[in-house]
């Protein structure tokens, strides 16, 4: 019987907790329930344990393979030099060890070293990036134009060496199939199964609105808390919950919430585990999903923040930005202008005054995309490359 690994190099430390992060941990153990998956990334195999067990309640699967890739030697610490050698190294180790080798990654500087290394030495290996922004539009749009080529050039060689890309987008795919000649699939992001109680409605949602995430300019948090005056100001006497600040950030946000007199509507909650995200989003009403248009938001966000309120049953309120525009989304969704807050607090308005019961729409259609039916998706697209075929049940 062929035997298939895959390997999945990520040169940072995944228990550094982001979102971004733990979407990739679940993703792997998703992969791994069908072929042997080998995690290469600077944390150690008890780091990852933790973080699984801790952020998931999970167990790490057996044929999830930690192995923890140095990037420091003689106190001189380098990801260019020490880290690539190092993954080249494992990746020839496992090469050796099976008939055929997948290897995936969402790192552009590291595809871009390994797929044409990889290409030119290894028999019977495949390549497949994992795209969720192309960064040298980004830069171009930011007019860091220098820095912008140098990024497309490390797209121009990854994307050559490539046999397989996937994308989370409509708009990411129609970008990279008019740039490159490589195939690209479609592969909407995931989130863990949805709450079986989550159609309870007996159960209180204590929050009218939440939002979860990161703190960064583009995420439009501040166009969110212009939104909340404006409703609190109307008459207004709910709850919202924001969560996700830094440590260091929280007198600064603090201090936005008391300026804008929400200090009496508004709890403030720094980053917190994924189990207890879920906890405050099943206390919850709507889901806000605020982006400003800037930055990531243009080309580059993940709607992963979407299936996340869907899958606890909240209704959605997001803004019209051309990343998420374009995607099947939830049912239970209103859009809202970008950069408005007046338009969003609308919006919010409606969606309140509306809501009677938690969304057995948004839990309907977000159970298609549980991360275990992704991973069955990816392995699907991969099957069709030459002479694989990992068994999927």
Not at 82 to 109: A, M, P
Not at 337 to 361: R, V
């Amino acid at each position: 019987m062929t035997k298939t690994a895959l390997v999945y190099p990520f040169p940072m430390h995944l228990s550094q907790g982001y979102t971004y992060h733990l979407s990739i941990l679940q993703y792997v153990c998703a992969l791994s329930e069908f072929l042997e998956v080998h995690l290469l990334s600077l944390d150690t195999e008890s780091q990852i344990i933790e973080i699984i067990e801790n952020q998931f309640g999970w167990k790490k699967p057996d044929s999830l393979i930690i192995r923890t890739t140095k990037n420091k030697y003689f106190g001189l610490r380098s990801n260019t030099l020490f880290f690539r050698w190092n993954i080249l190294r494992n990746i020839h180790k496992i090469h050796s060890e099976c008939d055929q080798l997948l290897i995936y990654t969402r790192n552009v500087k590291l595809a871009s070293f390994i797929f044409p290394v990889s290409r030119l030495t290894l028999k019977n290996s495949w390549r497949i990036f994992e795209c969720h922004q192309i960064y040298s539009i980004n830069l171009s749009i930011e007019k860091r134009f220098k820095e912008a080529k140098k990024e497309y050039l490390l797209e121009q060689r990854l994307y050559s060496n490539c046999d397989l890309v996937f994308v989370n987008t409509s708009i990411l795919a129609h970008l990279i199939k008019r740039d490159y000649d490589t195939r690209v699939a479609r592969l909407p992001v995931a989130t863990t199964e949805p709450a079986k109680y989550a159609v309870d409605q007996t159960v209180a949602r204590h929050y009218d609105f939440a939002y979860t995430g990161t703190f960064s300019q583009w995420k439009g948090v501040d166009v969110l808390l212009e939104a909340l005056s404006l409703i609190a100001g109307s008459g207004w006497q709910g709850r919202a919950i924001l969560v996700g600040v830094n440590e260091q950030d929280i007198t600064k946000w603090t201090s936005i919430i008391d300026e804008f007199n929400l200090s009496q509507h508004v709890k403030l909650k720094a980053k917190i585990e994924r189990h207890f995200i879920n906890d405050i989003l099943d206390q919850t009403k709507i889901g806000v999903v605020p982006n400003s248009l800037e930055d990531d938001s243009i080309l580059g966000t993940s709607p992963l923040k979407l299936y996340d309120y869907a899958s606890r049953g909240c209704h959605i309120v997001a803004t019209k930005i051309p990343a998420l525009v374009s995607e099947e989304l939830a049912p239970d969704l209103r859009w809202a202008t970008p950069n408005n807050a007046k338009d969003l607090a609308s919006t919010m308005k409606q969606a309140l005054l509306s809501w009677e019961q938690s969304s057995i729409a948004n839990l309907n259609w977000v159970s298609e995309h549980s991360w275990r039916n992704r991973a069955k998706r990816a392995l699907s697209e991969i099957n069709e490359l030459s002479d694989i075929d990992v068994q999927l049940k």
